[in-house]
């Protein structure tokens, strides 16, 4: 199964495409708008692989939260890749993907995610024993009490540590770990074994923000 899969939710773009058992990734860091070079990840990763886009089974993508312009021009891409080749998609939440990811790294079963929203918020939500739950918006003293057995990973514990840890009574914080697209590749395969199969459904954005019109891409 060759699976390509995109995120630019944050301030990193990241491209893999699984082929063969075997992952090709391109990651952008470090650069103002780095979703805007997402189509040229693209490209390299196909270069790289040896196939084209008619070859892919299936797109994975990051659906947000995150930021604006990053969590619409993914949704953007993959809504015209999938649309131009009728590709079947798979959509993971951003705080899913890093909670995954992180809970790989770390080989730890409690994750608490915390980005950075703007305005003096965080998008939140705690991944325990592989699954996301309380995702939500909110201000770092009004996120989830937890205990020390969890490891706090996300931007929002750089921009608001001393607020989150006590808010969340979590000790143990890792900044290393970001979202990126070979984390999408794991969560697409462990969904497809467990029975889920992509969609031809026009993909859809998640933004937490109420005052953010949640309007598919025309």
Known sequence: MNIL???TCTEIASVTLFKSGDKVSRVLSGIEKTSGHI???CDEVFHESQIQLKE???ISYSRGPGAFTGVRMCIGVVQGLSLSMEIPTMGFSTLELLGFRASQILKSKKIAIALDARMGEVYWATYVNGLIDNMKICKPEEVDHLNSSFVGVGTGWK???EKLRLASNIKKIDLSICPESSGLIDL???????GLDGTLELPQPIYLRNNVAEKSLK
């Open 5 to 7: 899969a995109i995120d």
């Open 39 to 41: 189509l040229k990840l």
């Open 56 to 58: 892919v089974d299936l």
């Open 159 to 161: 921009v608001h540590s």
């Open 188 to 194: 697409s395969l462990e969904a497809i074994n467990s």
